[in-house]
Every structure is written in structure tokens, then in C-alpha cells.
């Protein structure tokens, strides 16, 4: 059995250990609730907009397709990562890292030899990865997660969506955890541009509108503000999905740390019973021989 002090000192340090991660777990359940409720309430507004998007986009004749629409096979690909600034949250970036590897590795392989497939990397941790394996960066923001609203991620939306229409990349994916609940994230690869018709659509939607004031403001005013919802709600479901993954982590971490407590306590009561026992035996056995 392991000598007392060292025990005493190793369950201190795991009783230190559990208070950090059941206050970790606090913090991260308190984030959760604000992240989930802004993603709930987005959810059915950003739905709504995409339905009418895909829609507009199907009454749009062939020849007045607009510039967020491409036809033909991309050349040039940029891969969004979204994953956090912190860590202590499970598999959460590592099922990033793992996604976009696959896609850079497997589906878009030939691009990816060619040069012609980028990534660009909001959150530290996937930074970090990138920059390790030389992974070709397009660009790089990991504040956007330190104080995420609307206005701030417009800037970083916009960028992308103008750097498309100069076709810098004929196609653009999002790779991020979409939230579900605080114990499962799901991992989700969206394509964001170019904008395309679901491959199935019910036969009985009617796409016979009357726009007004007409098709074509309605097509330059209401797609950008679609896409920069779409957006911002894969960055506002990946916030939401950390703070669950994290809150989850930091749960086990410390049901884990109450175990080794437990384990460490009677590993120690045994070692002391142990300890009392070869004294009292020391003890009665100099008294016999004192009595001889």
C-alpha cells in the first residue's frame, strides 16, 4: 500500500481538481442556457428564410441566374471550420479537425493537390491544427466567439460572400457541431454557396409568385440577408454546441474525480488500519519481550 502522505496529498489534489471542474461545469451550464435560447428563437426565422430562398430561387428563369448561384463543377473550394477558443470539451474539435481533414484527404483530394482548396478557421483550437499540419489558411478569426451578436459576424459574412462573387472559390462549405441537446452535438457539413434547389421538392409547392416591388430587388435584397442568417446560426449553433460539450465534459470530470475520492479514501483507511496494526503489534511485542 502506497505511503499515507502521498495519499493524503493525492486526494487533495483530486478534491482540488473536482472543485475546478464542478465550477467549470456551472459557468458552461449558465453559457448554455443564453446560447440555447438565442438558437431556438433564430431557428424557426432562419427556416422561414431559407424556405423562401430555395423558392425564389426556383422561379428565377435559367438565364437570370444571379450571383450567388454557379453552375458547372467547382475549381476552387473554401472550407469553413467553426470550433472553439477553449478547450476541455470533449470530442468537440476533434470531430471538426477530423471532418475537414476527410474532406481535404478523400472528397476533394484533387482540388487539394492542386492548391485549390482552402480553409478558414473561426476558433483557436482549429487554428492551432491548421497551422500545425500547414494547411493552406485563407483567413483566420477567433474573436468573433468572444462576443458573438450579429453585428459583429455581418463583417466576416460579407467578406466571404464578396470574396465568392469575384469567384476567389466557386464553392463554399460550413463544417461546425450543430446543437441538439447538452449531451449531443451533431456534426454537420453545410454547403453555403452556391445556393441550390433541394434535389427533391414536393410536387404540389407552388413557385408562382408576384413579386413585389419586383424579382429583382427582391432577389438582390432578401438572398445576402438569407445567406448571412444561415451563417450566423451555424456560429450561434456551434457556441451552443461548446458550452454543452463542455458542460457534459466537465460533469463526467467531476463524477470521475468523486470516484477516485472514494477509491483514494479507503486505499488510504486501509493503509492506516494497517499502519495502527503493525504499531500495536510492535508494541506488544516489545512488552513481551521486556517481560521475559
Known sequence: MGNLKEIRTRIASVKSTKQITSAMKMVSAA??????????HLRPYAGKLHQILFNINQSIEKEEEH????????????????????????AFNANIIKQVSTLLNEEYIGENKEGNV????????????????????????????????????????????????????????????????????????????????????????????????TKEYIVKELIPKSLKIQFYEAILESLAAEYGARMTAMHKATDNATTIIKDLQLTYNKARQAAITNEILEIVGGAEALSK
Open 31 to 40: 453559457k448554455l442556457k443564453k446560447a440555447q435560447d438565442a438558437v431556438i
Open 118 to 213: 482552402s480553409v478558414f478557421s473561426i476558433g483557436k483550437k482549429g487554428t492551432e491544427f491548421f497551422k500545425s499540419t500547414n494547411t493552406k489558411l485563407l483567413g483566420i478569426n477567433n474573436e468573433i466567439l468572444d462576443n458573438l451578436n450579429f453585428e459583429h459576424a455581418v463583417t466576416l459574412i460579407e467578406d466571404i460572400m464578396q470574396r465568392y462573387v469575384k469567384k476567389e472559390f466557386d464553392k463554399v462549405v460550413i463544417v461546425y457541431n450543430k446543437f441538439k441537446n447538452a449531451g449531443v452535438q451533431i456534426l454537420t457539413t453545410d454547403k453555403f454557396l452556391p445556393i441550390e434547389l433541394p434535389e427533391e421538392i414536393e410536387s404540389n409547392v407552388n413557385f408562382d409568385y408576384i413579386f413585389e416591388p
Open 67 to 90: 450571383i450567388y448561384s454557379r453552375t458547372g463543377i467547382p475549381d476552387k473550394i473554401l472550407i469553413v471550420a467553426i470550433t472553439s477558443n477553449k478547450g476541455l470539451c470533449g
